[in-house]
C-alpha cells in the first residue's frame, strides 16, 4: 500500500448558524445557476436544509408587497438581504485540498474555498490517501467539520500491490475503488487495454472518472479514446490537440525533451494548440461532434496555466501577501523538484506561445459551449501560484475571456458541475427541493465578476478616495450560514501563525528588498 504523508486534519466546526427550522432570506435578487436571467427581489424559505419555497415579492424600485411575503414565526429565522445577490454554491471540479508538499492544513484550504462560496469540490486523485479524503468527506456531509462537499476520485492504481498492466487487474482495480467507497477515478494514462477496461468498467458499476491525458501515454491514447470509453471528463486540454493532429500523430517535441524537465513539459505544452488543426475547419469539426455526442465534459482549469502567459500577473497577486501561507510560497518558487516550479529562464517568447495557446485553446471551449457541449469550472490550485478559492474567481474571469455569458459563467460553476457529478437533483440550482446550498454579496457579480474575490474589487467612493467593495458575505451550505469574511479573517491567522513560528515573509525570487 502506497504510504501517504498527509496534511492537518480539519478541526471540529465552531462556526457557522444554523440549520435552522425555517429560514427566510429576505429580499435578494436571484440568480439561480440555470441560465436564467436575474429576479427580485425575491424571498427565499429553507426547512432545516432543503429549499421549501421561493416567493417573488415586489418589483425594483418599489416597496416590497408585505402581503406577498411568506410569513414568520416565532421558530423563523429571518435575514432581511435588500439589494443582495444570491447564487448557488459553487462548485471547484478540479479541487486538490493540498499535500504535504505545500503545507497546507486542511482548515485553511477549506476556509479559503467557503469564503469564496465553494460548497462542494471534486478532489481529483485523493492526494492524501483516500481514506483520509473519505473521513472528511463524512464529517463535511455532517457538518461537523467546516468544508465543502467532498467526492473523492481516486488517483488510478492507488493502492495497488502491483502494477496494472491488462483488463482484468484493471476491471479488479476499479471494483475494489467502488468497495472502499470512492466517488469516482482519475486517471493519468496507462496501456490502451487498461484504460479501455478501467474506464468503461466503472462507468459500468455507476461511478464517473476525470483524466489528465498526460503526455507520456497521449500518443496512443488521446480524449477521443477516453469519451468513446466512457470517460465523464477531460482535465485541462492535454489530450484535445493530439486528438486534432491532422498532419502528425507525435507532439513535435523538442529533440532533447525530457518529461521529468518541467520547463521542457510546460513549454513546449504551450506549442501545441498551433499543431492541431485549426479552428473550425473539417477535422475540428468532426472532433467536436463526436466528443457532444458522447456527452462529454470540459473541464479546462484555464487559471492554473495562467503563469505561462503571464508570470509576473500570477507571481504578484495582491492576496499572496496576506493569505498565502510560506510553505506554499516556498513550494511555487522556481524548483527542479516541485511539480510546476519550472520557472529554470522562462522568457517573454514562451509567454507569447502561451498566448496563442490560450486563444486557440479558448476558441474550442467557447464554440464547445456554443454547440450545447458541458463545459466546468475547476482551478487545481495549490500549484503555479494559485491560491485556493481566489484561483477559483480567476477561472470564472477566464471562462468570461473565452466567451462566455457571465449567466453561462455561473451555469458552468453551478448546474453544469453538478450535472457532471450525477448531482444536479440535489445541487448546482436554486431550485425548491434542491439543497440550501448559496453565496450570498452585495454586488451584482454579472457585472463585474471581480466582486466574488475575497478582497473584492476597487472603486472610488464620493471623497475621491479608493474603496474596496464585494468579497462574498454569507456562504450558505446545508442550510448553515457562515460569516465568508470571518473565515477569510481566520485564513488570515493562520498564515500569521506560520509566519512568526517560521520567521518568514514573502519576497519574490532572486529579490530579497
Not at 346 to 375: A, I, S
Not at 396 to 422: D, K, M
Not at 473 to 501: C, E, F, N, P, W
Request: no cysteine.
Amino acid at each position: 500500500m502506497t504510504a501517504f504523508s498527509q496534511i492537518m486534519p480539519s478541526p471540529d466546526r465552531n462556526e457557522g448558524e444554523g440549520p435552522y427550522d425555517r429560514l427566510i432570506l429576505r429580499g435578494v435578487t436571484l440568480i439561480d445557476g440555470t441560465g436564467a436571467p436575474p429576479i427580485g427581489p425575491v424571498d427565499i424559505v429553507v426547512e432545516k436544509n432543503r429549499i421549501a419555497q421561493i416567493q417573488v415579492v415586489g418589483y425594483p424600485g418599489l416597496p416590497i408587497n408585505e402581503n406577498r411575503r411568506p410569513k414568520a414565526d416565532e421558530n423563523t429565522k429571518v435575514y432581511d438581504l435588500e439589494g443582495h445577490y444570491l447564487l448557488p454554491g459553487l462548485i471547484d471540479m478540479h479541487a486538490h485540498i493540498g499535500g504535504s508538499g505545500q503545507g497546507t492544513p486542511a482548515e485553511y484550504v477549506f476556509k479559503l474555498w467557503m469564503a469564496h462560496g465553494i460548497t462542494t469540490i471534486r478532489d481529483p486523485s485523493a492526494g492524501n490517501g483516500l481514506n483520509w479524503v473519505l473521513d472528511h468527506k463524512k464529517k463535511s456531509l455532517a457538518n461537523q467539520i467546516t468544508a465543502p462537499r467532498i467526492l473523492a476520485y481516486t488517483a488510478f492504481g492507488m493502492g495497488a500491490k502491483e502494477a496494472i498492466i491488462n483488463a482484468e487487474q484493471a476491471k479488479a482495480w476499479v471494483n475494489d475503488n467502488k468497495a472502499k467507497g470512492a466517488d469516482g477515478i482519475k486517471f493519468f494514462g496507462a496501456n490502451p487495454e487498461v484504460m479501455q477496461a478501467a474506464i468503461s468498467e466503472n462507468k459500468r458499476i455507476g461511478l464517473r472518472s476525470a483524466m489528465h491525458h498526460q503526455q507520456m501515454d497521449v500518443a496512443r491514447w488521446n480524449v477521443l479514446n477516453s469519451a468513446r470509453a466512457g470517460l465523464t471528463s477531460m482535465e485541462h486540454w492535454y489530450g484535445l490537440p493530439e486528438a486534432l493532429f491532422q498532419d502528425r500523430t507525435i507532439q513535435d517535441f523538442r529533440l532533447d525533451y525530457n518529461y521529468q524537465n518541467e520547463q521542457h513539459r510546460f513549454g513546449e505544452a504551450g506549442k501545441l494548440w498551433k499543431q492541431a488543426a485549426p479552428p473550425y475547419s473539417e477535422h475540428w469539426n468532426k472532433v467536436m461532434t463526436e466528443l457532444l455526442e458522447l456527452d462529454f465534459t470540459l473541464d479546462p482549469t484555464f487559471n492554473i496555466y495562467e503563469a505561462n502567459r503571464d508570470l509576473m500577473r500570477a507571481r504578484t497577486q495582491e492576496w499572496h501577501e496576506v493569505y498565502t501561507l510560506p510553505s506554499l510560497w516556498r513550494f511555487y518558487a522556481p524548483s527542479r523538484q516541485s511539480h510546476g516550479s519550472y520557472w529554470f529562464d522562462w522568457t517573454t517568447e514562451e509567454e507569447v506561445q502561451w498566448k496563442e495557446n490560450y486563444r486557440l485553446w479558448m476558441t474550442f471551449v467557447n464554440e464547445y459551449k456554443n454547440r450545447g457541449g458541458r463545459v466546468t469550472a475547476g482551478s487545481d490550485s495549490g500549484f503555479i501560484y494559485q491560491l485556493y478559492g481566489f484561483a477559483y474567481i480567476r477561472e470564472l474571469e477566464l471562462l468570461r475571456e473565452a466567451g462566455f455569458h457571465p449567466l453561462e459563467v455561473i451555469r458552468s460553476a453551478t448546474l453544469y458541475g453538478a450535472q457532471a457529478l450525477g448531482m444536479e437533483k440535489e445541487i448546482g440550482s436554486v431550485e425548491v427541493g434542491k439543497l440550501a446550498d448559496f453565496l450570498i454579496l452585495e454586488e451584482n457579480p454579472l457585472q463585474n465578476l471581480k466582486v466574488l474575490y475575497g478582497t473584492g474589487t476597487i472603486r472610488i467612493n464620493e471623497n475621491n478616495e479608493p474603496v474596496r467593495v464585494g468579497g462574498v458575505k454569507y456562504t450558505v451550505k446545508d442550510g448553515i450560514v457562515y460569516d465568508a469574511k470571518k473565515m477569510l479573517d481566520d485564513v488570515k491567522t493562520i498564515v500569521d501563525q506560520h509566519k512568526a513560528r517560521e520567521n518568514a515573509r514573502l519576497t519574490q525570487p532572486g529579490l530579497d528588498w
